[in-house]
Protein backbone atom coordinates (compact mmCIF):
# COMPACT_ATOMS: atom_id res chain seq x y z
CA UNK A 1 0.00 0.00 0.00
CA UNK A 2 0.83 3.31 -0.53
CA UNK A 3 0.93 6.24 1.85
CA UNK A 4 0.94 9.81 1.05
CA UNK A 5 1.93 12.73 2.78
CA UNK A 6 1.39 16.45 0.90
CA UNK A 7 3.35 15.76 -2.61
CA UNK A 8 5.72 12.75 -1.07
CA UNK A 9 4.36 8.84 -1.51
CA UNK A 10 5.47 6.19 0.70
CA UNK A 11 5.35 2.17 -0.14
CA UNK A 12 5.45 -0.67 2.18
CA UNK A 13 6.92 -2.58 -0.73
CA UNK A 14 8.66 -2.37 -4.00
CA UNK A 15 6.08 -4.25 -5.77
CA UNK A 16 3.60 -1.48 -4.74
CA UNK A 17 6.42 1.36 -5.63
CA UNK A 18 6.47 -0.76 -9.10
CA UNK A 19 2.65 -0.81 -10.11
CA UNK A 20 2.41 3.35 -8.98
CA UNK A 21 4.98 3.94 -11.45
CA UNK A 22 3.50 2.19 -14.01
CA UNK A 23 -0.23 3.43 -13.68
CA UNK A 24 1.50 6.62 -13.49
CA UNK A 25 3.22 6.50 -16.65
CA UNK A 26 0.28 4.62 -18.53
CA UNK A 27 -1.47 7.64 -17.30
CA UNK A 28 0.91 10.57 -19.00
CA UNK A 29 1.03 7.95 -22.01
CA UNK A 30 -2.88 8.07 -22.26
CA UNK A 31 -3.13 11.94 -21.75
CA UNK A 32 -0.09 13.02 -23.88
CA UNK A 33 -1.68 10.53 -26.79
CA UNK A 34 -5.08 12.17 -26.27
CA UNK A 35 -3.80 15.47 -26.58
CA UNK A 36 -1.85 15.21 -29.22
CA UNK A 37 -4.29 13.41 -31.71
CA UNK A 38 -6.60 16.18 -30.39
CA UNK A 39 -4.08 18.68 -31.48
CA UNK A 40 -3.49 17.45 -35.14
CA UNK A 41 -7.05 17.26 -35.37
CA UNK A 42 -6.91 20.84 -35.14
CA UNK A 43 -3.69 21.87 -37.14
CA UNK A 44 -4.36 20.11 -39.93
CA UNK A 45 -7.10 21.60 -41.56
CA UNK A 46 -5.23 25.16 -40.66
CA UNK A 47 -2.16 23.42 -42.70
CA UNK A 48 -4.09 22.31 -45.47
CA UNK A 49 -4.94 26.01 -45.73
CA UNK A 50 -1.06 27.27 -45.80
CA UNK A 51 -0.04 24.88 -48.06
CA UNK A 52 -2.88 25.34 -50.52
CA UNK A 53 -2.50 29.08 -50.62
CA UNK A 54 0.77 28.78 -52.13
CA UNK A 55 -0.44 26.36 -54.93
CA UNK A 56 -1.41 26.95 -58.46
CA UNK A 57 -5.22 27.03 -59.06
CA UNK A 58 -5.24 24.78 -61.75
CA UNK A 59 -2.87 22.02 -60.11
CA UNK A 60 -5.25 22.35 -56.93
CA UNK A 61 -8.20 21.26 -59.84
CA UNK A 62 -6.23 18.88 -60.95
CA UNK A 63 -5.69 17.21 -57.20
CA UNK A 64 -8.80 17.13 -56.85
CA UNK A 65 -10.08 16.25 -59.76
CA UNK A 66 -7.80 13.15 -59.36
CA UNK A 67 -8.23 12.30 -55.67
CA UNK A 68 -4.28 13.06 -55.52
CA UNK A 69 -4.36 15.50 -52.34
CA UNK A 70 -1.09 14.90 -50.86
CA UNK A 71 -0.19 17.30 -46.99
CA UNK A 72 3.12 16.64 -47.04
CA UNK A 73 4.41 16.93 -51.06
CA UNK A 74 5.52 20.20 -51.99
CA UNK A 75 6.93 19.52 -55.06
CA UNK A 76 3.58 21.20 -56.32
CA UNK A 77 3.63 23.97 -53.72
CA UNK A 78 5.66 26.09 -55.46
CA UNK A 79 5.64 29.20 -52.99
CA UNK A 80 3.36 30.80 -55.84
CA UNK A 81 2.40 34.54 -54.40
CA UNK A 82 -0.45 34.60 -57.21
CA UNK A 83 -3.10 34.29 -54.78
CA UNK A 84 -2.75 36.97 -52.39
CA UNK A 85 -1.69 39.06 -55.84
CA UNK A 86 -5.33 38.72 -56.89
CA UNK A 87 -6.48 39.45 -53.65
CA UNK A 88 -5.36 43.31 -53.45
CA UNK A 89 -6.25 43.56 -57.88
CA UNK A 90 -9.51 42.14 -57.27
CA UNK A 91 -11.77 43.75 -59.45
CA UNK A 92 -16.20 43.51 -59.28
CA UNK A 93 -17.53 45.79 -62.56
CA UNK A 94 -14.41 46.81 -64.10
CA UNK A 95 -13.93 49.07 -60.64
CA UNK A 96 -11.31 48.15 -58.14
CA UNK A 97 -12.50 46.44 -54.69
CA UNK A 98 -11.94 48.11 -51.62
CA UNK A 99 -10.33 45.72 -49.69
CA UNK A 100 -9.51 48.56 -46.79
CA UNK A 101 -13.44 48.84 -46.36
CA UNK A 102 -13.80 45.38 -45.80
CA UNK A 103 -11.01 45.30 -42.99
CA UNK A 104 -12.29 48.74 -41.66
CA UNK A 105 -15.46 47.30 -40.92
CA UNK A 106 -14.35 44.46 -39.24
CA UNK A 107 -11.90 46.73 -37.17
CA UNK A 108 -15.43 48.85 -36.21
CA UNK A 109 -17.87 45.90 -35.48
CA UNK A 110 -15.19 43.92 -33.68
CA UNK A 111 -13.97 46.97 -31.01
CA UNK A 112 -17.81 47.86 -30.77
CA UNK A 113 -19.39 44.47 -30.56
CA UNK A 114 -16.34 43.74 -27.69
CA UNK A 115 -17.26 47.03 -25.44
CA UNK A 116 -21.12 46.38 -25.97
CA UNK A 117 -20.69 42.96 -24.83
CA UNK A 118 -18.36 44.35 -21.73
CA UNK A 119 -20.84 46.55 -20.75
CA UNK A 120 -23.71 43.97 -20.38
CA UNK A 121 -21.26 41.03 -19.30
CA UNK A 122 -20.19 42.76 -16.30
CA UNK A 123 -23.49 44.15 -15.32
CA UNK A 124 -25.35 41.58 -15.46
CA UNK A 125 -22.39 38.89 -14.06
CA UNK A 126 -22.22 41.90 -10.97
CA UNK A 127 -26.12 41.46 -10.61
CA UNK A 128 -26.26 37.69 -10.67
CA UNK A 129 -23.35 37.22 -8.32
CA UNK A 130 -23.80 40.28 -5.73
CA UNK A 131 -27.30 41.82 -5.84
CA UNK A 132 -30.50 40.02 -4.33
CA UNK A 133 -33.66 39.75 -6.12
CA UNK A 134 -36.36 37.99 -6.30
CA UNK A 135 -36.55 35.40 -9.09
CA UNK A 136 -32.74 35.24 -9.58
CA UNK A 137 -31.92 31.96 -9.52
CA UNK A 138 -34.72 31.23 -11.83
CA UNK A 139 -33.75 33.80 -14.20
CA UNK A 140 -30.53 32.45 -13.89
CA UNK A 141 -31.40 29.18 -14.72
CA UNK A 142 -33.50 30.42 -17.78
CA UNK A 143 -30.31 32.32 -19.11
CA UNK A 144 -28.11 29.26 -18.89
CA UNK A 145 -31.14 27.31 -20.49
CA UNK A 146 -30.87 29.74 -23.77
CA UNK A 147 -26.98 27.85 -24.41
CA UNK A 148 -29.16 24.95 -25.05
CA UNK A 149 -30.90 26.14 -28.13
CA UNK A 150 -29.01 25.75 -31.74
CA UNK A 151 -27.29 28.77 -33.22
CA UNK A 152 -29.06 28.16 -36.12
CA UNK A 153 -32.21 28.45 -34.25
CA UNK A 154 -31.14 32.03 -33.35
CA UNK A 155 -29.50 33.20 -36.48
CA UNK A 156 -33.41 32.33 -37.86
CA UNK A 157 -34.69 34.50 -35.38
CA UNK A 158 -31.76 37.24 -35.19
CA UNK A 159 -32.67 37.73 -39.32
CA UNK A 160 -36.27 38.07 -39.09
CA UNK A 161 -36.24 40.58 -36.03
CA UNK A 162 -33.31 42.64 -38.30
CA UNK A 163 -35.42 42.68 -41.39
CA UNK A 164 -38.55 43.87 -39.37
CA UNK A 165 -36.71 46.81 -37.75
CA UNK A 166 -34.77 47.72 -41.06
CA UNK A 167 -31.35 47.02 -39.97
CA UNK A 168 -30.03 45.02 -42.59
CA UNK A 169 -26.61 46.11 -44.13
CA UNK A 170 -25.80 48.45 -41.04
CA UNK A 171 -22.97 48.36 -38.24
CA UNK A 172 -26.17 48.13 -35.75
CA UNK A 173 -26.72 44.64 -37.22
CA UNK A 174 -23.66 43.65 -36.67
CA UNK A 175 -22.67 44.95 -33.44
CA UNK A 176 -25.66 44.38 -31.42
CA UNK A 177 -25.87 40.19 -32.35
CA UNK A 178 -22.29 39.63 -30.61
CA UNK A 179 -23.44 42.11 -27.40
CA UNK A 180 -25.05 39.67 -24.83
CA UNK A 181 -22.97 36.32 -24.24
CA UNK A 182 -24.48 34.14 -21.56
CA UNK A 183 -21.36 32.17 -21.40
CA UNK A 184 -19.11 35.49 -20.13
CA UNK A 185 -22.13 36.64 -17.97
CA UNK A 186 -21.66 32.91 -16.71
CA UNK A 187 -18.23 33.15 -16.66
CA UNK A 188 -17.58 36.31 -15.50
CA UNK A 189 -20.23 35.56 -12.20
CA UNK A 190 -17.97 32.49 -11.07
CA UNK A 191 -14.99 35.09 -10.88
CA UNK A 192 -17.15 38.07 -8.69
CA UNK A 193 -18.92 35.05 -6.60
CA UNK A 194 -15.11 33.90 -5.26
CA UNK A 195 -14.80 37.74 -4.51
CA UNK A 196 -15.23 37.89 -0.28
CA UNK A 197 -18.49 39.68 0.04
CA UNK A 198 -16.87 40.99 3.46
CA UNK A 199 -15.21 43.84 0.94
CA UNK A 200 -19.48 44.61 -0.67
CA UNK A 201 -20.12 44.96 3.05
CA UNK A 202 -16.92 47.21 4.11
CA UNK A 203 -17.59 49.16 1.00
CA UNK A 204 -21.30 50.19 2.46
CA UNK A 205 -19.47 51.16 5.56
CA UNK A 206 -16.87 53.64 3.85
CA UNK A 207 -20.06 55.07 2.00
CA UNK A 208 -19.33 53.29 -1.16
CA UNK A 209 -22.99 52.97 -3.17
CA UNK A 210 -23.19 49.66 -5.91
CA UNK A 211 -21.86 51.15 -8.76
CA UNK A 212 -18.74 52.66 -7.20
CA UNK A 213 -17.95 48.88 -5.47
CA UNK A 214 -18.28 47.51 -8.94
CA UNK A 215 -15.83 49.90 -10.63
CA UNK A 216 -13.16 50.43 -7.63
CA UNK A 217 -13.49 46.89 -6.37
CA UNK A 218 -14.78 44.10 -8.20
CA UNK A 219 -14.00 45.28 -11.32
CA UNK A 220 -9.99 45.54 -10.58
CA UNK A 221 -10.00 42.30 -9.00
CA UNK A 222 -11.24 40.55 -11.56
CA UNK A 223 -9.33 42.65 -14.65
CA UNK A 224 -7.72 38.91 -15.65
CA UNK A 225 -10.56 37.50 -16.57
CA UNK A 226 -12.64 40.92 -17.68
CA UNK A 227 -9.33 41.46 -20.20
CA UNK A 228 -9.55 37.42 -21.35
CA UNK A 229 -13.46 37.92 -21.74
CA UNK A 230 -12.37 40.91 -24.05
CA UNK A 231 -10.29 39.21 -26.43
CA UNK A 232 -11.97 36.01 -27.14
CA UNK A 233 -15.15 38.18 -27.65
CA UNK A 234 -12.88 40.51 -30.09
CA UNK A 235 -11.74 37.04 -31.68
CA UNK A 236 -15.47 35.58 -31.72
CA UNK A 237 -16.38 39.33 -33.86
CA UNK A 238 -13.50 39.06 -36.17
CA UNK A 239 -14.00 35.42 -37.42
CA UNK A 240 -17.95 35.92 -37.78
CA UNK A 241 -18.95 34.42 -40.89
CA UNK A 242 -22.63 33.48 -41.36
CA UNK A 243 -24.32 36.08 -39.70
CA UNK A 244 -22.24 38.85 -41.64
CA UNK A 245 -22.88 37.16 -45.02
CA UNK A 246 -26.61 36.53 -43.94
CA UNK A 247 -27.00 40.39 -43.08
CA UNK A 248 -24.38 42.43 -44.29
CA UNK A 249 -24.30 41.53 -48.30
CA UNK A 250 -25.20 44.90 -49.63
CA UNK A 251 -24.00 48.69 -48.69
CA UNK A 252 -24.98 51.01 -45.70
CA UNK A 253 -28.25 52.79 -46.57
CA UNK A 254 -26.49 55.81 -45.05
CA UNK A 255 -22.86 55.99 -45.88
CA UNK A 256 -23.11 54.23 -48.84
CA UNK A 257 -19.79 52.16 -48.31
CA UNK A 258 -20.26 48.19 -48.46
CA UNK A 259 -20.83 46.34 -45.31
CA UNK A 260 -19.06 43.36 -46.18
CA UNK A 261 -16.67 42.37 -43.41
CA UNK A 262 -13.18 40.71 -44.56
CA UNK A 263 -14.20 36.98 -43.69
CA UNK A 264 -17.40 36.95 -45.95
CA UNK A 265 -15.65 40.13 -48.03
CA UNK A 266 -13.34 38.07 -49.64
CA UNK A 267 -14.57 34.71 -49.82
CA UNK A 268 -17.59 35.86 -52.14
CA UNK A 269 -14.90 37.99 -54.65
CA UNK A 270 -14.10 34.75 -55.28
CA UNK A 271 -16.98 33.19 -56.02
CA UNK A 272 -18.96 32.92 -59.61
CA UNK A 273 -22.78 33.84 -58.06
CA UNK A 274 -23.66 32.59 -61.58
CA UNK A 275 -21.71 29.72 -62.32
CA UNK A 276 -20.68 28.62 -58.11
CA UNK A 277 -17.52 28.35 -59.47
CA UNK A 278 -14.37 29.42 -56.91
CA UNK A 279 -11.39 29.77 -57.02
CA UNK A 280 -10.23 27.64 -53.42
CA UNK A 281 -6.87 28.15 -53.56
CA UNK A 282 -7.79 32.30 -53.73
CA UNK A 283 -10.04 32.08 -50.83
CA UNK A 284 -7.20 30.03 -48.82
CA UNK A 285 -5.16 32.92 -49.20
CA UNK A 286 -7.75 34.93 -48.00
CA UNK A 287 -8.51 33.24 -45.33
CA UNK A 288 -4.69 33.39 -44.11
CA UNK A 289 -4.56 37.12 -44.30
CA UNK A 290 -8.14 37.65 -41.84
CA UNK A 291 -5.94 34.68 -40.00
CA UNK A 292 -2.75 36.36 -39.30
CA UNK A 293 -3.74 39.55 -37.48
CA UNK A 294 -6.00 37.11 -35.18
CA UNK A 295 -2.60 34.81 -34.25
CA UNK A 296 -0.46 37.71 -33.80
CA UNK A 297 -3.28 39.35 -31.43
CA UNK A 298 -3.41 36.18 -29.69
CA UNK A 299 0.20 35.60 -29.19
CA UNK A 300 0.66 38.91 -27.80
CA UNK A 301 -2.00 38.16 -25.02
CA UNK A 302 -1.71 34.57 -24.33
CA UNK A 303 -0.56 34.99 -21.10
CA UNK A 304 -3.84 37.01 -20.15
CA UNK A 305 -5.76 34.90 -21.62
CA UNK A 306 -4.85 32.00 -19.70
CA UNK A 307 -4.49 33.99 -16.68
CA UNK A 308 -8.45 34.58 -16.66
CA UNK A 309 -9.10 31.12 -17.16
CA UNK A 310 -7.10 30.16 -14.52
CA UNK A 311 -8.51 32.51 -11.84
CA UNK A 312 -12.25 31.47 -12.91
CA UNK A 313 -12.03 28.29 -11.40
CA UNK A 314 -15.63 26.74 -10.63
CA UNK A 315 -16.51 27.10 -6.80
CA UNK A 316 -17.59 23.22 -5.45
Partial sequence: ?????????????????????????LHYILVYAFLTILGLFMIIPFYYMIINS??????????????????????????????????????????????????LNTFI????????????????????????????NILFSILLATMMIPGEMMIIT?????????????????????????FYIF????????????????????????????WKVMIPIAMPTIISIAI???????NSYVWPNLIASGENPIFGNSMKLVSNGLMDMFTNSLTGESNDTAKMAAALLVTIPLFIFFLIFRKKIMSGVSRSGIKG
Fill in 158 to 182: NYQTALTWNMANTYSSLIFVHGVSV
Fill in 109 to 136: VSILSTIFTLITTVLASFAFARINFKGK
Fill in 54 to 103: FKDAKIYENELLNSNLNLFDFSSMGLSLNNFKAIFNLKMGGKPVNIGMFF
Fill in 232 to 238: LSLMGAW
Fill in 1 to 25: MANSSRNEVYFTSERDRKIYVTKKV
Fill in 187 to 214: YLRQTFQQIPNELYLASKVDGYGTFSYL
